[in-house]
């Protein structure tokens, strides 16, 4: 359809009924297309990851873990063994990323399902397994805390959503190594961008890690690793 500006033929104005009294033109307003938001993963390449299961030490794998239907399901208590005997580390079910990495572009992706009573567990992470001394151990964390129907902060401060138990959402984590920076994505909507701890080797775990009370679970589907 001719913009209003324009002089149309009186036939094409005909066939849409678009004439007044008069013989007055009836102006339509072209339709115009909304472009759609770009999406977190335009311009990345999915990449294939592998994985290790880390568990109480005492534990078969099965007492902590199911995998059924795509569905990753990982639970531990606060009275749980840690990974390996004698450790002082916080009791954990985690699945280990063997893809390490200290440069480029990195992003962690999966749908993210944490059920109530989940309180003061990590359940994504970027950790710095080898880094220099006096460094922190962690580019970034993901924690899931009881508050305001269940909360997502960045480690235990900035709470970045609220009302998160018993749904699925979408997380995307991307880490962009060569220029220093972390971003987080849910359901690719940008809530987060940080800086990271400086250089190392780091991978990603996804699981949980409890720092807190009780029993902690999450679930994930849907995990892809992307890079560009």
């Known amino acids: 359809m001719s ?23 009836w102006a339509m307003t072209p339709a115009t297309s909304i472009a759609a938001p770009a999406s977190p ?23 902590r873990y199911t995998n059924s239907g795509g569905v990753h399901r990982m639970w531990v208590y606060d009275t749980d063994e840690p990974m390996s005997q004698g450790s002082s580390t916080d009791p ?3 699945m280990r990323w063997n893809q390490e990495y200290t440069s480029g572009q990195h992003m962690w992706d999966a749908d993210v399902y944490l059920p109530s009573g989940t309180n003061g567990a990590t359940f994504v992470q ?19 805390y009881s508050a305001s129907g269940g909360s997502v902060r960045a480690y235990d401060s900035t709470v970045l959503k609220t009302n998160a138990y018993n749904t699925w959402f979408n997380v995307k984590l991307e880490h962009n190594a060569s220029g220093g920076s972390v971003k987080v994505y849910f359901d690719d909507e940008l ?25 902690a679970e999450a679930r994930f589907r849907n995990l892809t690793y992307w890079t560009r």
Do not use: C
């Open 3 to 25: 913009p209003s500006h324009l002089e149309p033929s009186r036939r094409a104005v005909l066939a849409a009924g678009g004439l007044l009294a008069g013989g007055a033109v």
């Open 126 to 144: 970027i950790l710095r397994v080898i880094h220099p001394s006096g460094t922190p151990a962690t580019d970034f964390m993901l924690n899931a």
């Open 41 to 63: 993963t335009d311009g990345w390449k999915k990449t294939a990851f592998t994985y290790g299961m880390q568990k109480p030490w005492n534990l078969d794998l099965s007492d």
């Open 191 to 215: 809530v987060l961008t940080r800086e990271d701890r400086g250089p190392a080797t780091r991978h990603f775990k996804n699981g949980v890690y409890h720092h807190g009370n009780g029993r």
């Open 92 to 94: 954990r079910t985690e």
